[in-house]
């Protein structure tokens, strides 16, 4: 018999972690068992856990940036085995009747909210279950807290960019040098675009400018955002905070596009949109074609993550530096044996 999982639970909204033991989730015939080595700690287990999105459930353990082993397959499972290193990233399931599923799109799936691989239980715990089609096979030379990074923020910014790059001669400005931004700056300068970290914060120049961005500009400085007005063709916002957005939306060209990863506030003129014949999208996560791709390309690309460890003991002390802006730039949990 399986043993009892350890973890770490949010027992009501906005509530600090405590440890939690409970009886490992039934095993479907297509599903597997993950022991958990690695968790990545996205600004998105901070919205979980205040029940952002209206859709948490509590007991809640957060964490969907997993690198583990398969320590229990399903008797329909034959393309993953035992001992396998694999990562899962926030959708371990689909519903495969809504008409997304039908596309192929599975991760816009009608029930998202039973979609995540935190339902019944995270990753920042001991040991998680998700359907086979959502665990990934990663590569041998690919560090384990890389992988865990890029099981959402670089799918993440990846699928945005795979998705509106139509040419690799766009100028792509990155809007926010932290987690999602530093690994959105890498994967567009390894798209071959012309990139511009925009930052609220000018100390972090020199570092963006080492990930790839060709042109910093400080976000808040008026006349620099004048020198760029119309000049960008795509803008990638990866800012989770209040934005002053038109001289945001005077840099992007006409007909250009501005696309939302994190969850800003939005309050914008709309005559810029009408005037300028700009849009707005958002891009979320990806499908399974896409984590594959995603982590081909970042491997051949050498896409590195920053990333500081630290055990899963200090999960809270991890969610506070990640509540306080202070990670640079993305944490993993590392769960000790």
């Not at 229990?72 to 959708?91: N, P, T, Y």
Request: net charge negative; proline share 5%; aromatic share 8%.
């Amino acid at each position: 018999m399986t043993a009892l999982i350890h973890g770490y639970a949010a027992k009501a909204m906005g509530e600090t972690l405590e440890p939690f033991t409970y009886a490992p989730p039934k095993l479907g015939e297509y599903d597997v068992r993950v022991a958990v080595t690695h968790c990545g700690v996205c600004h998105t287990d901070i919205h979980a856990i205040n029940d952002y999105y209206g859709i948490t459930n509590f007991p809640f353990v957060p964490g969907h940036e997993i690198v583990g082993f398969i320590s229990e397959v399903g008797s329909g499972v034959s393309s993953l085995k035992e001992g396998d290193r694999v990562g899962i990233g926030w959708q371990a399931r689909s519903c495969g009747v809504c008409e997304w599923c039908l596309k192929g799109e599975t991760h816009l799936c009608m029930k998202i909210e039973d979609t995540t691989v935190m339902v019944p239980y995270g990753g920042f715990s001991s040991s998680v279950v998700a359907d086979h089609r959502f665990v990934y096979p990663l590569p041998s030379s690919m560090p384990s807290e890389t992988a865990a990074v890029l099981m959402c923020a670089g799918v993440t910014v990846y699928s945005a960019l795979q998705a509106h790059v139509t040419s690799p001669d766009l100028k792509v400005a990155i809007l926010g040098v932290g987690g999602l931004g530093h690994l959105a700056i890498q994967f567009a300068h390894a798209f071959g675009c012309e990139v511009t970290a925009l930052s609220s914060s000018p100390d972090k120049k020199e570092q963006a400018l080492g990930f790839g961005a060709d042109h910093f500009i400080n976000a808040t400085d008026k006349d620099s955002m004048r020198q760029v007005s119309y000049d960008f063709d795509l803008l990638i916002c990866t800012a989770n905070k209040v934005i002053d957005w038109s001289p945001l939306l005077m840099s992007l060209k006409k007909r250009g596009r501005l696309v939302l990863l994190g969850f800003p506030d939005i309050e914008l003129n709309s005559t810029y949109l009408v005037a300028h014949e700009l849009s707005i999208t958002g891009s979320l996560i990806g499908t399974p074609s896409k984590m594959r791709a995603m982590l081909s390309f970042a491997q051949e690309h050498d896409i590195q993550p920053v990333v500081e460890l630290m055990p899963m003991t200090q999960v809270n002390a991890a969610l506070q530096k990640v509540k306080e802006n202070k990670a640079r730039y993305r944490i993993v949990l590392v769960n000790e044996a």
